[in-house]
C-alpha cells in the first residue's frame, strides 16, 4: 500500500523535529515563569530565548513579541475596538473585527486608500495571492507568509502583525502578536498581568519553546533557499495539470503568490467532492481554509475575488512543504487528473 502523501501545509505544517525536541525540554522545566526562585528563573529563561527567537526569525525586537494562543486570539487583541478596514479575501478570524469594505482585484491584489485604518494580510491561505504592505498598515496577518517568505517586521512600517506556530512546523495552540514600540493593546484575558499586562495568564511554556525552535528552523530554510525548490514543484505541478486539463483556472496566477500554493477551479466539479475523492486516493487536500472548509459552501475568498457561487464552489488547493518530493506532486497530478476524467466523462 502506497503511503499517503500529504499537500495541505497551509493548514498546517509538521512538527519540526527541533520544535519537538525544546517541547521535551520544556517539559522538564518545573517552574513557572512568573516565579521569582531558581525553578522560576529557569522557566521564564526558557521562554525569553524562545521570544528572541520568533523575534529574530520575524525581524523584530523580543521586547516587541507578545505571546498568544494563536493568530486568532492576536487577530483580536490587535483589531477589537478600532473599526478597521479589511477585505472579503482575510480569514475569518480578521473578518470578525472589521468592516469589509475594501476593494479586491480578480488577482486576489487589496486596494488599500487608508492604510493606518485597515488590516491586510500579508499572503492569502486559500490562493497564495501575495499583498504589497503599503507604508503606515495599522494590522497584518503574517500566518501564511512567515518562513515562506522573506519579512522583516521593523522595516515593513506596519503598527501590528500576527503569526502562528504551526504554519511553520511549530505546535499548535501559541502564536504571536507584535506590536511596533509605543504601541499597546487593551488586554482580553485579565487575571495575573503577563506579557506585560498585555496577555494575562501563566504563559503556554512547552508551545512557546516549541515555537521559538520552530521560528529558528524556519528562518535558517528561507535563507538556504528552501522554498524556491518548492516553487518549482508548484510550477511543475500546475504545468502537469494545465497540460492534462486545458480547461482548469488557476486562480491569482497573474499575480505574485506564496511559492507554495496553488488553487484551481474545475466547472462542474465540487470543491469538497475533489477533497473526498483525493483522500480516498491517498492524497491530503482541501477546498480552502482549514478554519472554515468543514463547512459546506463556496470560498468566500473567491467570492470576494469576483468568482461566482458555482465557480468558488468548484476549487480545490494543494500546498506544498519542503518535504514534498517530484514523485508525490506526478502522484498527485496522475490521481486527480484520473478522477477528473471519470468524473467528467460523458454518462
Known amino acids: 500500500m502506497r503511503a499517503r502523501v500529504y499537500l495541505d501545509w497551509n493548514a498546517t505544517a509538521p512538527l519540526r523535529r527541533e520544535a519537538r525536541d525544546a517541547m521535551g525540554a520544556a517539559m522538564d522545566i518545573l517552574g513557572n515563569?512568573?516565579?521569582?526562585?531558581?525553578?522560576?528563573?529557569?522557566?521564564?529563561?526558557?521562554?525569553?530565548r524562545a521570544r528572541a527567537q520568533v523575534a529574530e526569525a520575524l525581524g523584530a525586537q523580543a521586547a516587541d513579541v507578545v505571546f498568544v494562543s494563536g493568530a486568532t486570539e492576536a487577530a483580536g487583541l490587535a483589531m477589537a475596538g478600532r473599526g478597521l478596514s479589511v477585505a472579503g479575501v482575510e480569514h475569518d478570524a480578521v473578518l470578525a473585527w472589521g468592516a469589509q469594505d475594501l476593494a479586491v482585484s480578480r488577482d486576489g491584489i487589496v486596494a488599500v486608500p487608508e492604510p493606518g485604518r485597515?488590516?491586510?494580510?500579508?499572503?492569502?491561505?486559500?490562493?497564495?495571492v501575495m499583498q504589497k504592505m503599503p507604508a503606515g498598515l495599522a494590522v497584518s496577518d503574517w500566518t501564511q507568509g512567515f518562513g515562506k517568505v522573506p519579512l522583516a517586521f521593523d522595516?515593513?512600517?506596519?503598527?501590528?502583525?500576527?503569526?502562528?506556530?504551526?504554519?511553520?512546523?511549530?505546535?499548535?495552540?501559541?502564536?504571536?502578536?507584535?506590536?511596533?514600540?509605543?504601541?499597546?493593546?487593551?488586554?482580553?484575558?485579565?487575571?495575573?498581568?503577563?506579557?506585560?499586562?498585555?496577555?494575562?495568564?501563566?504563559?503556554?511554556?512547552?508551545?512557546?519553546?516549541?515555537?521559538?525552535?520552530?521560528?529558528?528552523?524556519?528562518?535558517?530554510?528561507?535563507?538556504?533557499?528552501v522554498w524556491a525548490e518548492v516553487e518549482k514543484l508548484r510550477n511543475i505541478l500546475e504545468g502537469a495539470l494545465e497540460a492534462g486539463a486545458q480547461s482548469t483556472i488557476f486562480v491569482g496566477k497573474g499575480a505574485d503568490r506564496l511559492p507554495n500554493t496553488s488553487m484551481f477551479l474545475t466547472e462542474g466539479w465540487k470543491g469538497e467532492t475533489q477533497v473526498m475523492a483525493m483522500d480516498l486516493a491517498g492524497f491530503a487536500v482541501s477546498a480552502g481554509s482549514a478554519c472554515s472548509s468543514g463547512k459546506v459552501k463556496a470560498s468566500g475568498v473567491l467570492r470576494a475575488m469576483g468568482y461566482s457561487e458555482a465557480e468558488a464552489g468548484c476549487a480545490l488547493r494543494v500546498s506544498l512543504g519542503p518535504e514534498t518530493t517530484e514523485a508525490e506532486v506526478m502522484a498527485f497530478c496522475d490521481a486527480w487528473l484520473g478522477a477528473r476524467r471519470k468524473k467528467l466523462a460523458p454518462a
Not at 504554519?167 to 499548535?172: A, N, R, T
Request: proline share 2%.
Open 33 to 48: 515563569p512568573s516565579s521569582v526562585h531558581a525553578e522560576g528563573r529557569a522557566a521564564k529563561a526558557m521562554m525569553e
Open 118 to 128: 485597515a488590516c491586510v494580510q500579508v499572503a492569502n491561505s486559500e490562493t497564495g
Open 155 to 225: 522595516w515593513s512600517g506596519v503598527e501590528m502583525v500576527f503569526v502562528s506556530a504551526h504554519k511553520i512546523g511549530g505546535p499548535k495552540g501559541v502564536g504571536a502578536l507584535v506590536m511596533k514600540r509605543g504601541l499597546d493593546v487593551e488586554a482580553r484575558i485579565r487575571g495575573g498581568g503577563q506579557e506585560l499586562g498585555r496577555r494575562h495568564g501563566t504563559e503556554n511554556l512547552i508551545g512557546i519553546a516549541g515555537f521559538g525552535a520552530a521560528a529558528e528552523a524556519a528562518a535558517q530554510d528561507l535563507g538556504r533557499g
